[in-house]
């Protein structure tokens, strides 16, 4: 896939700019150790384009946003 799906419960007075920095960090630190080759596959040695959306989900559409995320879970794996 080139792109994933989160549902992310945080508090205000964090930035979510920083959070997705964070979350995108870590991870690639992680497909990088596990799999060192793909630094020469990418663009750059970059995992994650600098882009995100973000969008806020009220108590209400929070199952509904639910529904959505794995739904598209099993559209990917119907499509591989």
């Keep these: 896939p080139d792109h994933i799906h989160l549902l992310v419960d945080c508090k205000p007075q964090f930035f979510i700019s920083d959070m997705i920095k964070i979350m995108k960090g870590n991870l690639a630190r992680q497909m990088f150790l596990v799999h060192p080759e793909l630094k020469q596959k990418l663009w750059d040695g970059h995992l994650w384009n600098p882009s995100y959306c973000a969008v806020t ?4 559409s929070r199952e509904q946003v639910l529904a959505y995320i794995e739904g598209q879970k099993e559209k990917e794996k119907r499509k591989n």
């Design 57 to 60: 989900v009220s108590d209400r």
